[in-house]
């Protein structure tokens, strides 16, 4: 199984809003709404963020949204802040009965 | 708030068993719709899924590793323990655990542990 494809990184602006694109094939994100979204700040274990392609798990701010396009999912986050400052991985369920994670994505706000 | 707590050793040398251990006193593995997975990732690279066991004793595995993982459970010590053989250098990674429930519509990991760095070297 294949890891998915994400940009290698991205940058904003306090203020803006990003998007992160995930890659993947008709066997895992084309074919099931099983995608979520992990935030891990330097040194520190994932955070979930994004479930079921779109949903957020209570406490999650709303400024974080999850779409999904055929083969591919993104993550967007609005109002972008310092905190946002961290590396983030799609994963998505696979038509193997697994998960695969992302490749990960380096959020820089300048 | 749910904490998971990884242990094992910190450096293997090649060829040898990597033995983790999984351990939380926050839920009970034998609660129905609760697995643990372990993830691991090289220093300065992306997570690799590897392997998840869930309530039921139902296992899944990274194709690309199936044949070297071996996960179990103990819901007498409410522990996940997971076992590589044949450990390479390339294995080098923190290794996480993270519990696995039912959100929605599948299953994802909500809480995770710190990590524990394996390091492999002769």
């Known amino acids: 199984q294949s890891a998915l494809t994400q940009p290698a990184s991205v940058s904003g602006s306090p203020g803006q809003s990003i998007t992160i694109s995930c890659t993947g094939t008709s066997s895992d994100v084309g074919g099931y709404k099983y995608v979520s979204w992990y935030q891990q700040h330097s040194g520190k274990a994932p955070k979930l963020m994004i479930y079921?392609?779109?949903n957020r798990p209570s406490g999650v701010s709303n400024r974080f949204s999850g779409s999904k396009s055929g083969n591919t999912a993104s993550l967007t986050i609005s109002g972008l802040q310092a905190e946002d400052e961290a590396d983030y991985y799609c994963?998505?369920?696979?038509?193997?009965?697994?998960?695969?994670f992302g490749g990960g994505t380096k959020l820089t706000v300048l | 708030q749910i904490t998971l707590k990884e242990s094992g050793p910190t450096l293997v040398k090649p060829t040898q068993t990597l033995t983790l251990t999984c351990t939380s006193a926050?839920?009970?593995?034998?609660?129905?719709?609760?697995?643990v997975g372990w993830i691991r990732q090289p220093p300065g690279m992306a997570l690799e899924w590897l392997a998840l066991i869930y309530w039921d004793d139902d296992k899944r595995y990274s194709p690309s590793l199936k044949s070297r993982l071996t996960i179990t459970k103990d819901t007498s010590k409410n522990r996940v323990v997971l076992t590589l053989t044949n450990m390479d250098p390339l294995d080098t990674a923190t290794y996480y655990c993270?519990?696995?429930?039912?959100?929605?519509?599948?299953?994802?990991?909500?809480?995770w542990g710190q990590g524990t760095l394996v390091t492999v070297s002769s």
């Open positions: 994963s998505s369920y696979t038509s193997s009965s697994i998960w695969v």
């Open positions: 926050d839920f009970s593995l034998s609660t129905s719709g609760v697995g």
């Open positions: 079921d392609v779109i």
């Open positions: 993270a519990r696995n429930i039912y959100l929605g519509s599948n299953w994802y990991f909500d809480y």
